[in-house]
């Protein structure tokens, strides 16, 4: 995580028109087990505002690592990225979000993921195409605060 994307994100959620997007911080355990169930590493930048800002608005919504507390929380990252990776395997679309996680779903369904190389990917399953959206989690957060 870069010093700058630091900045700018507390910068962000330091406004008062801002703060509404905050939600229920995660602790470094939801993290910790997170990542072993999924047999991942968070992106530092994904890791930072999960333990300071929670399943916050960055443009997208986030998702947590677990429910309690949280305002509006209705699936974690370990749902659905498990449900995701079943049912690709099943059908036999994105293999690459095998060994990826969810962290946001579009308003149609489509995951967005984070891949083992870092990059912040789509998958639209009406059309069974993946774009990229961004090289990492820190440029798609800066586009869209």
Known sequence: MTPDF???????????????????????????????????????????????????????????????GSLKAEQTVIEMTKSFRSTYAEFGVCSEIQTSYVISIDGTGDPIFITSTGKVKIYYHDNNEVETLAENIEELILNNI
């Open 6 to 68: 630091k900045k700018k994100i507390d910068e962000y959620f330091a406004s008062e028109d801002n703060k509404i997007f905050i939600d229920e911080k995660n602790d470094e355990k939801d993290i910790e087990l997170t990542e072993k169930e999924l047999d991942i590493t968070f992106n530092n930048a994904y890791k930072y505002i999960l333990l300071n800002y929670g399943n916050a608005y960055v443009g997208i919504d986030l998702l947590p690592c677990t429910k309690k």
